[in-house]
T-cell receptor
């Protein structure tokens, strides 16, 4: 596709349920980032994938959060046993070796009731 | 990881030039300085990037002093549509380390 695609755009779930958020990076982009943005706040780093290297998971807030990237392309961020404090916009970004720019998707707005 | 510090907010009027300065005292030799713009309900988008001296593109200029411990984003003749949050990011994607955003600067442009 022309840009980074994230789905769903909105997700409403009940406390305690598991959710999966999907990110389709720009074709050929080997670096992929996940960020979280709470209402009115800045971007909080979650996890970083680069090629076939082990991901940098240093930003994941708890063991309820996990992410994988299959085939070096699509990535899924999973949140288990969601809590109300998980409510936020989850943003994905990708990049290529050609330049140092991050290309962001429009995000998934997660609301935990 | 280079930490960045920016003003939390700035106000301006249409037609004025706006300069937003970012401090990054512990910038590493290979780090780039990149500025992003974010509108409500959208992901950030790239504005401009530099390594040293001055860079100019169709929307902004970026001034970087010789010691690279700060940078200034200059927006000429702002309009209402420039109202957004601006983030300064320092780092290298291909260094294999996380890119940490600062809190950003909320720019409000009035008529």
């Amino acid at each position: 596709g022309a840009g980074v695609s994230q789905s769903p755009s909105n997700k409403v779930t009940e406390k305690g349920k598991d959710v999966e958020l999907r990110c389709d990076p720009i074709s050929g982009h080997t670096a992929l980032y996940w960020y979280r943005q709470s209402l009115g706040q800045g971007l909080e780093f979650l996890i970083y994938f680069q090629g076939n290297s082990a991901p940098d998971k240093s930003g994941l807030p708890s063991d309820r959060f996990s992410a994988e990237r299959t085939g070096g392309s699509v990535s899924t961020l999973t949140i288990q046993r969601t809590q109300q404090e998980d409510s936020a916009v989850y943003l994905c970004a990708s990049s290529t070796r050609v330049d140092e720019k991050l290309f962001f998707g429009s995000g998934t707005q997660l609301s935990v009731l | 990881l280079a930490k960045t510090t920016q003003p939390i907010s700035m106000d301006s009027y249409e037609g004025q030039e706006v300069n937003i300065t970012c401090s990054h005292n512990n910038i590493a030799t290979n780090d780039y300085i990149t500025w992003y713009q974010q509108f409500p309900s959208q992901g950030p988008r790239f504005i401009i990037q530099g390594y040293k001296t001055k860079v100019t593109n169709e929307v902004a200029s970026l001034f970087i002093p010789a010691d690279r411990k700060s940078s200034t984003l200059s927006l000429p003749r702002v309009s209402l549509s420039d109202t957004a949050v601006y983030y300064c990011l320092v780092g290298v994607i291909w260094a294999g380390t996380a890119l940490i955003f600062g809190k950003g600067t909320t720019l409000s442009v009035s008529s």
